[in-house]
């Protein structure tokens, strides 16, 4: 059974940093191709948006373009887990934010929810003055 645990919301002001971290069990991220991790967002009364995942036949990583410069994904395949580096955040980053997990994912579509069939219970961040 996948299970996926994120940590690291707050609150913080604008401007600041956070870096959330996703905690897999049950399932293995390979660099074989097919697989994506990523995260999405969602903010009230907002559709889920991705935000960052990364691909792992080529580590290729995409990101919103609300994001682009300002968040990095990253994984650590030997411990199964996910991070998200956020900084320069603003109070639009403010959001419960969801780590997410596929197999056989398109690589020109990992910010699209249908790619992931695992879905962690997220955290929120918080961001404002």
């Known amino acids: 059974q996948v299970q996926l645990k994120e940590s690291g919301g707050g609150s913080v002001l604008p401007g600041g940093s956070l870096k959330l971290s996703c905690a897999a069990s049950g399932y293995t991220y390979d660099d074989y191709g097919g697989h994506c991790m990523g995260w999405f967002r969602q903010a009230p009364e907002r559709e889920r948006e991705g935000v960052a995942a990364i691909y792992s036949g080529d580590s290729f990583a995409d990101y919103a373009d609300s994001v682009k410069g300002r968040f990095t994904v990253s994984r650590d395949n030997a411990n199964n887990m996910l991070y998200l580096q956020m900084n320069g955040l603003k109070p639009e980053d403010t959001a419960l934010y969801y780590c997410?997990?596929?197999?056989?994912?398109?690589?020109?579509?990992?910010?699209?929810?249908?790619?992931?069939?695992?879905w962690g219970q997220g955290t929120q961040v918080n961001i404002s003055s």
């Open positions: 997410a997990a596929g197999r056989w994912c398109g690589r020109g579509g990992l910010l699209a929810a249908r790619e992931y069939t695992w």
